[in-house]
Structure formats: structure tokens, C-alpha cells
């Protein structure tokens, strides 16, 4: 048989060290210059750390002036080591335990002996055998971190850094085009580049090494070696991204067989027992097998059930020491340490017939439960005779507490979810289809919950609702918003409606391509009937109100044309006056007839224009009037100051106007400047005085005297200027002042008051 191999005969003992105090400029241009992936920390001749280039990575943003920093300000101090004597295969373990990727070896005096990788033990154990037969997609990444060509090295590193892995992958349109490293990052960082001015597709490795997601591991493993590369990109038939194999991945696939190794070793050395008898007792020769097992108690008997053997952590778990125990029954050990010994006798029954058994230990004590995963499998001898037995114990206490939080936390929110006052749902997206109902919101929206979970989100929004609903979700997804929270028209199942305040929560998988959401819907209808009820009372008040002040301008109106007709010599004084205060009623009787507080523009400037045309006697060309500014509305507050400043606009176009031509020619123009500002434009031939300067007023009459002073100071801006022989005066409205009210909008579903039957 072929002796078994111990970290020895793997290591690297030519190994790159450096002092804690070195530059660490130094030491990552020794990395990049020896292209190798770590170096060991050493003082006074002894291992104290290891920066490797994943340390230099995490470190990256917080050592801007790498020139004033140290190694041993970003050294990895937690040092695991191991002796160069321990058996490869138990060296494989102290890798998975410690999740690390670099193993330092030391003497009998704590030296430096030497340094193994993880493909130094995968290339010499030869596990990924037996996984031949298992296929590449049981142990590859598939959540894998992408970006595009175009993304910058400085975000990728800051993505790398959090997510703790070791590269990402270029992807364009759902193709792998580059990969880059943790080694790429470093190579980049001792050129002293700016990594925000480095997009990927300069610094990636391209093209990159792929393979079908239907081999085996061990075929992916060979491949890996042939090219001399740790990382291989799994695509499917059409070379689109699947996911990311790595050696890394590979040796965790192979962990599973954790058992099996530590069979063979025992079995191995039970083998080789006979030999070495007089020189070796039974008792050391397991010490030195299983001593090396920090998280797993090991527990090894002979066929009475007499312990032979446990390790320190077996010395802890049971409470006694090995020489205590030494000899005892397993089975009476384990009744004093409050754990079941007659699951344990059960599984060395069938030992010989399943090879092994595994089960559940659970020790209830005074501060807490205790819960741990056993093994119990049995040691044979040359001859294939059962010789003994071994237990083994995995203490999952912690995984275990967590998982009872978790169960006892969707209980909770079960609990909550059920029997909530208001309407809860949860739904995956885009689709927006409903996943989880409660009966709250199936009894508010009349529909049963197997109804419900046939349809979307969108299918119960009140159809004049569902398009803003609609953009409202995808604008959500698109800017990653978390939530928000609107109020919405539903539709019960018998097509009427109901109002809900909704609460909407979205949660996002770790790539941000899925996403699923949480909505919490309050009825609100009595709210908003209510709220009608007081709003309708109001508008009746404030349009009579309008009415009862129409009504008196108009009386006015009345007075100043009876004087004007008596008093010819302030008749055009007067005039101007009845102009100013019909411009005053007209708003007063719009807004009398309106149900809510806002003016139609169209109708007020077509009201306007034919009260000046009535006073001038002259023709005003209404040039795009209505039709394009239907949907305008001014608001109430700033309505009779905009009326002002239109009606002098007007009558100093008539006023003003070339006297030659006869009627006098005016024009006025309405129209649309993008989606939400209004111009209207006033014209009529004539010049401005030589003088006039509007910013300063200079060559202001009365009029735009008047004007200015009555136009708003938020959203309206008023010119005038001459453009050959046409004075042309422009008006900009825009919000606060007007607003876009479609008139789809007034079909929008109301409130209805109940039946009182």
C-alpha cells in the first residue's frame, strides 16, 4: 500500500515572506513582479501573518497613500498553521474548517516550513474521482456578480470587496466577454492607476476559458489543471452565461466525503497497527490520527463499547477527560452527559449492514439547548472483521437556534398575515401576479383566495387606474425605489369600487433581476365619501359665493356704462374700467359653474377676447385658441390677476394698434411649449415708443403698468418687443400658476353613498 502523505511532501518551501514592517508598496510589487497570490509574515523567524491579494483588494479604498502604510496594518493576523507531519487528507480539513485558500506549514519549533494551496491538496488527494460522475451545475456558482465592459475597475473592486469573492464576470448581452481578478486588481493598483478612470474592457482577460454545463466535476477539474487557471465559465448550448466553477468550488464539492476520508484514515492506520504493536500503542496511534479535529468530536471504542479514544472537543462535550473515561462504556458516558445512548447502540447495529448511520442529538440543560449532528461507523480490520466502532459529534447548536427564530419568525409573520385588519398581499414582479392573499383582502375586494391567486395586481385596480398603476411599478423596479405609498381605485369582483391607501414594499434578489413585493391596502372608501361630502359643500358655498360677486360686477358694469354714455369727456377712461371689471366677472361666473376650484383657460380667454371685442368694436383672429389648450386649468387664487393682465394685453392691442388699417388688426394665439407650459401671444401692427425698455418700464402706459404689477411672481413671465413693423406681446404660464388636467381624468370613479335599504 502506497504510505500515506503528509503536508511535507506537498508544500512550497521556497516561500516569499516579508516583515510587518515593510512597505506595502513593496510588498504588492513583489506580488505582482513574482506573480504570486500571497505573502507570509515573519518576525524573529517565526510565521505572524499572511497578506494575500484579497487582503490588498479589501483594503484598497482605505489605502489611498499606499506609500505611508505598512504590511502589518492590513496582514491577516488570525494566522492559521499546521505541522508539516500531519497527514495530507487532515490538512484538506483544516481548509474547509477555516475557509482559507493558503495553509502555512511549521516545524516541531513553530518555523516556517513551507506554504500549501488548496490546488496542492485537490491535485494530490484526488477527490474530484469521486465526483466524476456528477455533474458540473451541482457545484458551480450561479448567482454570478456581472458587469458591463463599460463599468469602471473602482466599482468592481468595491463589488468584489463586500461580496468577498474573488473575481467577477464581463458580460455583454447575456455573453461572457472578459473575466477580471482579484490578481488583475492588484496589478492595476501597484501601476498606481486610477481605478475610476478604468473601464473593465482595458484591464479583463479576454477571451475567457469556457465549458458546457454538462460535464463532470472531475473532467472540469483536468481542464483546470491542463491550462494552469482556477477558474472556468460554465455557458449552456448557445455560449450564454450559466455560472462559475473555481478549484475553490471543486474542493468544497468534495467536503461531503469528510466521513469517508477519516474511515480510510482510520481504517489505514488499523491496518498498519499490527505492524508497529511494539512500538506504537492503539491509544497514541489515534491520538495522532484525530487530534487534529477542532469542530468534530471524535469518539472511538472497541466492540464492547469501551472507549478507546476522544479527542479534546469530545473531552468538552461529555465533561469528562480522556483518562476518566478511558475504558468506560460509551453508552453509560453519554446517560451521564444527559445524551441518548440507546439511538447510539441502535446505529452500531446497523453498522454492518449500511456501513454507517447518522442521527440527531439533543441535550436540554439549565441555560440552554444543545443540539448536535452524530455519526457512528465502524473501524475494520485487514481481515475485514468490524474491530470497533467511532462516534462522531458536530455541535449545530447555532444553525439550529437560528433556524428555530426563523420558523418561530414566519410563524409570527403567518400569524400576522392572516389576521390582520387590513388587506395584505404578496406578489412576484414584473408580472405583478399575487403569490399569498389574506381573507381580509379577499372580503374586500369579494373575491375567493383561489380566485385571487389567478390573477395580478393589475387585474383588481379600477380600469381608468391601471395604466398609471402599471407605469407606477415599473418605474419602481427600474430606479430600485423600495417603496411607496399611493392611493388607488379597486374593483370588487362585482365591479364596484373601493378605494385603498396602499403601502408597497418591493424586495430585490442580490443581482436586482427579480423582484417580489409586499402590499399592505387599507379601505379607505368611507374616508374619501366622506371627504366628497365635505368638498361638495365647500364648492356649493365658494361657487355661490362667485355667483353673488358676478352678479354685483355686473351691477357695477351697469353703473360705469351709464355714466360712460352721460360723460362722453372720461368715456375711454370708463371704458377701460368696464373692461377690467367684466374681465373680473367673467372669472367669477367660470368659476360659479365649476365643481372644482380651477378655471378652464379656453373659456375664460374666449370670454376675454369677446368682451374686448364687444368695447373696441374691432375683430380679434383667434389663431389656435381652444382645441390645443383644452386640458389648461388656472388655478383659483391666481385666475382674476391672469384675467387682468389678458384683458390689457388685449384692449392695448386694439388701442394701440395702426390706426390706417381698417379694423385695426389683432391677433391671438394659444399654444402648448412642451408638456406643461402654455404661450400665449398677443400681436398687432404698430411701434413702441423709441424709448421703451419693458425690464424698467420705461414707456409704460397705464396698461402695462397695470400689468406688470398684477402678474404673478411664480409661473408667468410676460414680453413685449417689436418685431418689424408687429408689436408682439407674449405671456408664459406654467405651474403654480396653470396645470394639465386630461379630460379622461373626469371619468374617474367616485364614491357612491350606500343604499339605505
Not at 493598483?189 to 454538462?214: C, H, K, N, R, Y
Not at 400665449?680 to 411701434?687: A, Q
Not at 400689468?707 to 405651474?735: C, H, I, N
Amino acid at each position: 500500500m502506497k504510505p500515506v502523505k503528509t503536508l511535507a511532501d506537498l508544500l512550497t518551501s521556497s516561500v516569499v515572506t516579508v516583515s510587518p514592517e515593510t512597505p506595502l508598496a513593496v510588498a504588492l510589487h513583489t506580488l505582482v513582479e513574482k506573480s504570486i497570490s500571497c505573502l507570509v509574515v515573519k518576525e524573529d523567524d517565526l510565521p505572524v501573518g499572511i497578506i494575500t491579494e484579497r487582503d490588498l483588494v479589501r483594503h484598497a479604498s482605505s489605502v489611498a497613500d499606499i506609500q505611508r502604510h505598512l504590511v502589518g496594518s492590513v496582514m491577516s493576523t488570525d494566522l492559521v498553521t499546521a505541522l508539516q507531519t500531519l497527514d495530507y487528507r487532515e490538512g484538506y480539513e483544516r481548509f474547509a474548517e477555516n475557509k482559507i485558500r493558503h495553509l502555512v506549514v511549521v516545524d516541531d519549533s513553530g518555523r516556517l516550513a513551507g506554504i500549501v494551496t488548496e490546488t496542492d491538496i485537490m491535485r494530490h488527494m484526488g477527490l474530484e474521482h469521486f465526483l466524476q460522475y456528477t455533474g458540473l451545475s451541482s457545484i458551480m456558482t450561479r448567482g454570478v456578480v456581472t458587469f458591463s465592459p463599460k463599468a469602471t475597475l473602482d466599482q468592481v473592486m468595491k463589488r468584489m470587496t463586500s461580496a468577498r469573492i474573488s473575481c467577477i464576470i464581463v458580460e455583454e448581452n447575456g455573453f461572457p466577454v472578459g473575466i477580471v481578478t482579484e490578481r488583475d486588481a492588484v496589478r492595476q493598483m501597484d501601476a498606481g492607476i486610477d481605478f475610476s478612470l478604468v473601464p473593465l474592457e482595458q484591464v479583463m482577460t479576454s477571451p475567457v476559458q469556457t465549458v458546457d454545463t454538462g460535464i463532470g466535476i472531475h473532467e472540469a477539474s483536468v481542464r483546470m489543471q491542463k491550462l494552469g487557471i482556477r477558474r472556468l465559465v460554465a455557458v449552456d448550448k448557445a455560449g450564454k452565461l450559466e455560472g462559475l466553477v473555481t478549484e475553490h468550488d471543486v474542493v468544497k464539492g468534495v467536503h461531503g466525503k469528510y466521513v469517508e476520508l477519516l474511515k480510510e484514515v482510520i481504517a489505514s492506520q488499523a491496518g498498519t497497527l499490527k505492524q508497529v504493536r511494539k512500538q506504537l500503542s492503539e491509544k497514541n496511534l489515534l491520538d495522532n490520527l484525530l487530534r487534529s479535529y477542532s469542530d468534530i468530536a471524535v469518539i472511538s471504542t472497541d466492540l464492547d463499547y469501551r472507549i478507546t479514544f476522544c479527542n479534546q472537543l469530545a473531552e468538552r462535550l461529555l465533561g469528562y477527560s480522556q483518562d476518566e473515561v478511558y475504558g468506560q462504556k460509551l453508552t453509560e458516558v453519554l446517560s451521564r452527559s444527559d445524551m441518548d445512548a440507546g439511538i447510539f447502540k441502535q446505529g452500531t447495529r446497523l453498522v454492518p449492514g449500511m456501513g454507517s448511520y447518522d442521527y440527531p442529538i439533543t441535550r436540554k440543560g439549565e441555560a440552554r439547548t444543545e443540539y448536535f449532528d452524530a455519526r457512528v461507523f465502524g473501524i475494520w480490520d485487514d481481515t475485514h472483521q468490524l474491530a470497533g466502532f467511532v462516534l462522531t459529534m458536530k455541535d449545530i447548536t447555532a444553525k439550529q437556534q437560528a433556524e428555530i427564530a426563523l420558523r418561530e419568525s414566519e410563524a409570527r409573520l403567518n400569524s400576522m398575515f392572516r389576521n390582520a385588519a387590513a388587506g395584505m398581499a404578496m406578489a412576484d414582479f414584473p408580472g405583478g401576479r399575487f403569490t399569498r392573499v389574506n381573507p381580509e383582502l379577499c372580503s374586500m375586494l369579494g373575491y375567493s383566495e383561489e380566485e385571487l391567486l389567478s390573477k395580478s395586481m393589475l387585474d383588481v385596480i379600477y380600469p381608468d387606474d391601471r395604466e398609471a398603476s402599471r407605469a407606477r411599478i415599473s418605474d419602481a423596479l427600474k430606479e430600485q425605489v423600495s417603496g411607496y405609498q399611493v392611493e388607488v381605485c379597486h374593483q370588487r369582483k362585482d365591479g364596484s369600487p373601493v378605494w385603498c391607501l396602499v403601502s408597497m414594499g418591493y424586495i430585490r434578489d442580490e443581482a436586482g433581476t427579480k423582484s417580489s413585493g409586499v402590499a399592505l391596502l387599507q379601505d379607505i372608501t368611507e374616508k374619501r365619501r366622506a371627504e366628497q361630502r365635505r368638498l361638495a359643500q365647500q364648492n356649493a358655498v365658494t361657487r355661490e359665493v362667485h355667483h353673488r360677486i358676478k352678479n354685483h360686477l355686473q351691477g357695477v358694469i351697469g353703473l360705469l356704462r351709464e355714466r360712460s354714455q352721460q360723460h362722453s369727456n372720461v368715456y375711454d377712461i370708463l371704458n377701460d374700467a368696464i373692461s377690467q371689471v367684466e374681465s373680473v366677472a367673467l372669472v367669477h361666473g367660470l368659476l360659479g359653474r365649476q365643481q372644482d376650484r380651477v378655471l378652464d383657460f379656453a373659456e375664460m380667454l374666449e370670454g376675454i377676447v369677446a368682451s374686448v371685442e364687444f368695447l373696441t368694436d374691432i375683430v380679434i383672429e383667434r389663431c389656435s385658441v381652444t382645441e390645443p389648450v383644452q386640458d389648461c386649468r388656472v388655478v383659483e387664487d391666481k385666475s382674476v390677476a391672469i384675467a387682468l393682465v389678458i384683458n390689457e394685453l388685449l384692449i392695448n392691442a386694439a388701442k394701440h394698434g395702426d390706426k390706417t388699417i381698417s379694423p385695426p388688426p389683432v391677433e391671438v394665439t394659444a399654444q402648448w411649449q412642451g408638456e406643461n407650459r402654455l404661450l400665449l401671444s398677443v400681436s398687432n401692427r404698430g411701434c413702441l415708443p423709441e424709448a421703451f425698455d419693458f425690464a424698467t418700464g420705461v414707456g409704460f402706459g397705464t396698461g402695462l403698468e397695470l400689468v406688470k404689477s398684477m402678474l404673478p411672481s411664480r409661473g408667468a413671465r410676460l414680453s413685449v418687443a417689436q418685431e418689424g413693423d408687429v408689436v408682439l406681446a407674449t405671456l408664459m404660464l406654467e405651474a403654480p400658476v396653470i396645470s394639465l388636467q386630461k379630460r379622461s381624468t373626469e371619468s374617474a370613479p367616485t364614491v357612491s353613498e350606500p343604499n339605505p335599504s
